[in-house]
């Protein structure tokens, strides 16, 4: 054994809190300088906003108007339609993950979600329906993962046929005022619902229009291109809300003088044409990105245009775009905003009424904050949960 | 006979691929032709009943109703076509403003977000990732409401140094007032800018022929500053009057009196961008290869100068169509406006609406507005990715 063997190991630099301090916040006078600011900053602001948050706000308009915020004027007595539809959303949920879900984060990010919501003030009942939202979730997921693959069509169609439910939940199917599910006007929609319903519509149905208008763009055959590169410029040059005017004041005109049609479905039908545009560019960008050679194989097999369209190409073209199409849906769930301009009480619109109520006059700050809030919340769960599902589904991997 | 004609086509004409499309096509347009007629006829009568036609000899009308600001001369007895000039100014003074300061704040947000200092960093960081989840309406409508509003009223006005007042009423802030040399001083100012130019050009032959690269912007500015500053001097009377603005009853006067609606649309709409715009910019410079900065200081280009000559030209020619566009959804967010009341040209179109009743003419008049402009913006696009587009060898 020669000494070397027992050599001490080269000295290692120790992490120091205070060589991190030199090496990151210190190093030039520069930088100390900003440091100090940035302190000073930090402090200033946070010391700001908690004593207003925690000392100054009034939070009882909030928690008096929980239900206004989430739901509208819609009747208390048929909510329970809206947990139905819910308490679906939440198998759904749970049992896709349970069949294709690798990530344990999301699961169990999505099974706590609603009992840290009973955190807020609502009723016993509310409580109860938030915790059967994650019993459901539970249930989906252990029939999913003991199931496995086997359940897979079922969910799928499941996913189809949610939405048309839920619309159906919401409107309801008898008369107004009589049977067991009388339908509710639409004006009395409200709050997150019509803020959530107004995106999930938008999704689902600017999805085809944009992306045929993508392979309208396309095409070879010019009247089809040359249509779609007019209607994308056209709508993508203009802003939403001159879109919501025109389908507040104009739709009404173009339909026959017999025919009416509900300020929420001119609402969507505005959203939908608006998004289908930014959609079709964004399908554009996944449709050049597939080599020639992947089309020149499909005719090689045999397949004619569409089939190569359908099997080859647009598989793998959406298969690209998904996480620019997630961030595009959750501008759209941001931008639904905007139909409070036009009258709708949306999360946004329901803020007026909220300030309207005598004993809540003066309270902009609370209400906005709030709102400001959930959307932020909501938004960061979409683009959070979407990374992950990026990871399980394997997106860039290949 | 026909045996030939079989073989001349091959296939029968419903399955000829060629005469196909064109038929697809017809098809297609005949379509849009019967919608497109479908509308029209319901639109003429729906309009026929509502006794009202088609066409902008309203615009000559009288408007009837005030606009709060204005950069020219408006009252309510102006036209409407007076009224939605205002408007369109009014956006256009937005859009400039917010691009000026939005552009500024983005960049330093940018290379925030590039810093070595770790605070700075994650301060940056924070803001972008704050920023980017908020509904740009509530936040506008945060700053109107909840801010801009609830400032104290004039009676009790903050005062910040340089006497800036902050009042519910708006913001009154110091301003010049032209006086009789103003324009004198105007034309001494492009002299000097002339001048300039003609240092500048001086200085670039100057360099060809020496070889030596000269500071030509700093002494072209230095010459432009010493024409400005000794025309100041020079002149009879200062060409600015400074104002300062006062209280006077219960409102603001004297200076120029920014509204708490211009400066909340203003305010939010920069704050929104700058994220975005930042993005953009830790993008294009990171964009900039590593060897590209060691292969300058190789060539013995100080860090200043590796910088202006090598990274700044290609990070550019990442950050500039981005930028644009976000330049173009600034300008497009301006129509928010509608929301906090400030008269932008789809706020003073939507009034002007509710006064006339043509809803059509000014909605198409509206959209034309803003496509043309976008229109305008990708025209630019397009020519300044063909003048930077990489000249391969």
């Given at each position: 054994m020669t000494d070397l063997a027992n050599a001490l190991p080269p000295l290692a630099e120790r992490p120091t809190l205070l060589g991190w301090m030199r090496k990151n916040l210190f190093d030039t006078w520069y930088n100390s300088l900003l440091s100090i600011l940035a302190i000073l900053f930090i402090y200033w602001?946070?010391?700001?906003?908690?004593?207003?948050?925690?000392?100054?706000?009034?939070?009882?308009?909030?928690?008096?108007?929980?239900?206004?915020?989430?739901?509208?004027?819609?009747?208390?007595?048929?909510?329970?339609?809206?947990?139905?539809?819910?308490?679906?959303?939440?198998?759904?949920?749970?049992?896709?993950?349970?069949?294709?879900?690798?990530?344990?984060?999301?699961?169990?990010?999505?099974?706590?979600?609603?009992?840290?919501?009973?955190?807020?003030?609502?009723?016993?009942?509310?409580?109860?329906?938030?915790?059967?939202?994650?019993?459901?979730?539970?249930?989906?997921?252990?029939?999913?993962?003991?199931?496995?693959?086997?359940?897979?069509?079922?969910?799928?169609?499941?996913?189809?046929?949610?939405?048309?439910?839920?619309?159906?939940?919401?409107?309801?199917?008898?008369?107004?005022?009589?049977?067991?599910?009388?339908?509710?006007?639409?004006?009395?929609?409200?709050?997150?619902?019509?803020?959530?319903?107004?995106?999930?519509?938008?999704?689902?149905?600017?999805?085809?229009?944009?992306?045929?208008?993508?392979?309208?763009?396309?095409?070879?055959?010019?009247?089809?291109?040359?249509?779609?590169?007019?209607?994308?410029?056209?709508?993508?040059?203009?802003?939403?809300?001159?879109?919501?005017?025109?389908?507040?004041?104009?739709?009404?005109?173009?339909?026959?003088a017999n025919v009416t049609i509900d300020r929420v479905l001119r609402a969507m039908v505005g959203i939908t044409l608006f998004s289908a545009a930014y959609l079709a560019e964004n399908v554009r960008g996944g449709l050049q990105a597939i080599s020639k050679g992947q089309f020149e194989a499909a005719h090689a097999l045999g397949l004619n245009s569409a089939q190569t369209m359908i099997l080859i190409v647009l598989p793998q073209a959406l298969r690209l775009v998904i996480p620019i199409l997630v961030s595009q849906f959750i501008g759209l769930f941001k931008d639904t905003t905007l139909v409070s301009i036009v009258g709708l009480f949306d999360l946004l619109g329901i803020a007026d009424t909220v300030l309207a109520q005598p004993e809540f006059l003066g309270l902009q700050r609370e209400v906005y904050v709030f709102i400001s809030v959930l959307y932020w919340v909501l938004s960061y769960a979409m683009s959070y949960a979407s990374q992950r599902l990026e990871v399980s589904l394997g997106l860039g991997e290949r | 006979m026909t045996h030939s004609t079989a073989q001349n086509s091959g296939i029968p004409f419903w399955r000829d691929e060629r005469i196909l499309r064109?038929?697809?096509?017809?098809?297609?347009?005949?379509?849009?032709?019967?919608?497109?007629?479908?509308?029209?006829?319901?639109?003429?009568?729906?309009?026929?009943?509502?006794?009202?036609?088609?066409?902008?000899?309203?615009?000559?009308?009288?408007?009837?109703?005030?606009?709060?600001?204005?950069?020219?001369?408006?009252?309510?007895?102006?036209?409407?076509?007076?009224?939605?000039?205002?408007?369109?100014?009014?956006?256009?003074?937005?859009?400039?403003?917010?691009?000026?300061?939005?552009?500024?704040?983005?960049?330093?947000?940018?290379?925030?977000?590039?810093?070595?200092?770790?605070?700075?960093?994650?301060?940056?960081?924070?803001?972008?990732?704050?920023?980017?989840?908020?509904?740009?309406?509530?936040?506008?409508?945060?700053?109107?409401?909840?801010?801009?509003?609830?400032?104290?009223?004039?009676?009790?006005?903050?005062?910040?140094?340089?006497?800036?007042?902050?009042?519910?009423?708006?913001?009154?802030?110091?301003?010049?007032?032209?006086?009789?040399?103003?324009?004198?001083?105007?034309?001494?100012?492009?002299?000097?800018?002339?001048?300039?130019?003609?240092?500048?050009?001086?200085?670039?032959?100057?360099?060809?022929?020496?070889?030596?690269?000269?500071?030509?912007?700093?002494?072209?500015?230095?010459?432009?500053?010493?024409?400005?500053?000794?025309?100041?001097?020079?002149?009879?009377?200062?060409?600015?009057?400074?104002?300062?603005?006062?209280?006077k009853g219960l409102n603001l006067a004297g200076g120029k009196i920014l509204s708490p609606e211009f400066m909340a649309l203003t305010s939010g709409l920069v704050l929104y961008t700058a994220a975005f715009i930042g993005e953009v910019v830790r993008a294009g410079i990171m964009s900039v290869p590593k060897g590209q900065v060691e292969a300058a200081r190789a060539l013995g280009l100080s860090g200043f100068q590796s910088l202006r000559l090598v990274v700044f030209p290609q990070a550019l020619r990442v950050i500039v169509p981005p930028l644009i566009s976000q330049y173009l959804n600034l300008t497009k967010n301006s129509s928010l406006a509608v929301a906090i009341g400030y008269p932008d040209l789809f706020y003073v179109s939507s009034t002007i609406i509710n006064q006339s009743g043509r809803a059509v003419e000014m909605i198409s008049l509206v959209m034309l507005t803003y496509l043309s402009l976008s229109l305008l913006t990708s025209l630019f696009m397009n020519w300044y990715n063909q003048k930077i587009k990489l000249v391969e060898r």
């Open positions: 602001a946070a010391r700001g906003m908690l004593t207003w948050a925690f000392q100054v706000a009034k939070w009882q308009v909030i928690a008096v108007n929980l239900r206004l915020f989430i739901i509208g004027q819609y009747p208390i007595e048929q909510a329970w339609r809206l947990w139905v539809s819910m308490l679906l959303l939440a198998f759904l949920i749970g049992n896709s993950l349970g069949i294709w879900g690798r990530s344990r984060v999301l699961l169990v990010t999505l099974f706590l979600l609603p009992l840290a919501l009973a955190v807020l003030p609502f009723s016993g009942q509310v409580r109860l329906w938030l915790a059967s939202l994650s019993g459901m979730g539970g249930l989906g997921w252990l029939i999913g993962r003991s199931a496995g693959r086997a359940l897979r069509q079922v969910v799928i169609a499941g996913w189809v046929i949610w939405m048309p439910i839920f619309i159906l939940l919401i409107h309801g199917i008898t008369p107004e005022g009589q049977g067991w599910m009388p339908t509710v006007a639409s004006n009395l929609w409200g709050g997150l619902l019509l803020t959530l319903l107004l995106t999930i519509v938008g999704i689902v149905f600017s999805f085809p229009l944009g992306v045929l208008l993508a392979l309208g763009r396309r095409s070879e055959l010019p009247i089809i291109r040359w249509f779609s590169i007019g209607y994308i410029e056209l709508v993508r040059g203009v802003p939403l809300v001159t879109i919501l005017f025109m389908a507040q004041l104009m739709l009404p005109l173009f339909l026959p | 064109i038929l697809g096509q017809i098809a297609f347009m005949f379509a849009l032709g019967i919608l497109g007629y479908f509308i029209y006829a319901n639109m003429m009568d729906g309009l026929r009943r509502q006794g009202m036609t088609l066409g902008f000899s309203f615009f000559t009308g009288i408007a009837g109703f005030d606009i709060g600001e204005s950069l020219i001369e408006y009252s309510r007895e102006s036209s409407y076509l007076r009224a939605f000039q205002v408007g369109l100014l009014n956006t256009a003074l937005v859009s400039v403003v917010g691009i000026f300061l939005a552009t500024i704040l983005g960049v330093i947000l940018g290379v925030a977000r590039l810093s070595t200092n770790f605070l700075i960093n994650r301060l940056a960081a924070l803001y972008l990732e704050i920023i980017r989840n908020l509904a740009l309406l509530v936040f506008l409508i945060f700053w109107y409401a909840a801010v801009f509003l609830k400032l104290p009223k004039v009676k009790e006005a903050i005062v910040w140094p340089g006497n800036i007042l902050l009042t519910n009423r708006g913001l009154g802030i110091p301003w010049g007032i032209p006086t009789a040399s103003f324009w004198t001083y105007a034309w001494v100012l492009a002299f000097g800018f002339f001048l300039a130019i003609g240092v500048a050009l001086l200085l670039v032959q100057q360099g060809r022929r020496t070889g030596r690269s000269p500071l030509v912007t700093l002494w072209a500015s230095l010459t432009f500053l010493a024409v400005a500053v000794i025309g100041w001097l020079v002149l009879p009377e200062p060409p600015l009057r400074l104002d300062l603005p006062y209280v």
